[in-house]
């Protein structure tokens, strides 16, 4: 005959066990999603770290524009440009030379 007060203690262990497998594994996902070191953290980090690495190339492309600027302005550089010179002294310190006249407009 059978003994169902058995199965019946057999069944309930093993509803234990998978649900509370069933709980470990809700709350391991939920912390594998969620965490400091979830993936969602994860997505937003990797975002970041993208806008970093293109601000970084316009810092190094502004760099490289203004080490050119400069190398122009050094004497001992064989890229002197003596007409840059002539420009940036016209444009900040506002000289002219004695063949050149200037003209002020007022606005109204």
Same mark, same amino acid.
């Given at each position: 005959?059978?003994?169902?007060?058995?199965?019946?203690?057999?069944?309930?262990?093993?509803?234990?066990?998978?649900?509370?497998?069933?709980?470990?594994?809700?709350?391991?996902?939920?912390?594998? @999603?969620?965490?400091? =070191?979830?993936?969602?953290?994860?997505?937003? *980090? &990797? #975002?970041?770290? $993208?806008?970093? !690495?293109?601000?970084?190339? @316009?810092?190094?492309? =502004?760099?490289?524009?203004?080490?050119?600027? *400069? &190398? #122009?302005?050094? $004497?001992?550089? !064989?890229?002197?440009?003596?007409?840059?010179?002539?420009?940036?002294?016209?444009?900040?310190?506002? *000289?002219? #030379?004695?063949? $050149?006249?200037?003209?002020?407009?007022?606005?109204?």
């Amino acid at each position: 005959m059978l003994n169902f007060a058995r199965f019946k203690k057999n069944y309930d262990v093993k509803n234990y066990i998978v649900s509370t497998i069933l709980i470990l594994c809700f709350f391991y996902g939920f912390y594998q @999603l969620f965490s400091d =070191r979830g993936l969602f953290t994860l997505y937003k *980090v &990797s #975002k970041e770290l $993208e806008q970093q !690495k293109q601000e970084n190339e @316009l810092l190094k492309k =502004r760099q490289e524009y203004l080490e050119s600027r *400069v &190398s #122009k302005l050094e $004497e001992k550089n !064989k890229d002197f440009d003596y007409d840059y010179l002539e420009e940036i002294v016209r444009d900040r310190l506002g *000289v002219i #030379k004695k063949s $050149e006249k200037v003209i002020y407009i007022e606005k109204e």
